[in-house]
């Protein structure tokens, strides 16, 4: 199972953050107590006033190659479990991602 999903023209990612990682990196894939999977990342900005946040949406516009602007959050702002909407072509954005999973 990944942890994305293509909903209309744009995918429906689910991140878990670490923050004060001591790196800007992601980490692989790990699954939840029910089974979903989540993409783990880690930054090394703190988790206040949305520094961790933005970092992350900096590590991913830097990893799939999209715009910042093009990163939304669904859910999970404050938390470690997040639901992001990455806008742009769907299958170029599954194949970056695959890329830095292998």
Do not use: C, H
Request: hydrophobic share 40%; proline share 5%; net charge positive.
């Amino acid at each position: 199972m990944k942890p994305w999903k293509i909903v209309g023209s744009q995918i429906e990612l689910r991140v878990r953050l670490t923050p004060s990682g001591g790196r800007d990196a992601i980490d692989g894939v790990e699954r939840d107590a029910e089974g979903q999977a989540y993409l783990k990342a880690r930054v090394t900005a703190v988790p206040e006033d949305g520094k961790a946040n933005k970092a992350l949406i900096a590590l991913l516009s830097k990893t799939v190659k999209i715009p910042k602007s093009s990163i939304k959050f669904i859910s999970g702002e404050t938390s470690r479990k997040k639901i992001l909407r990455l806008e742009g072509e769907p299958e170029e954005i599954i194949l970056k991602l695959d890329k830095v999973l292998d």
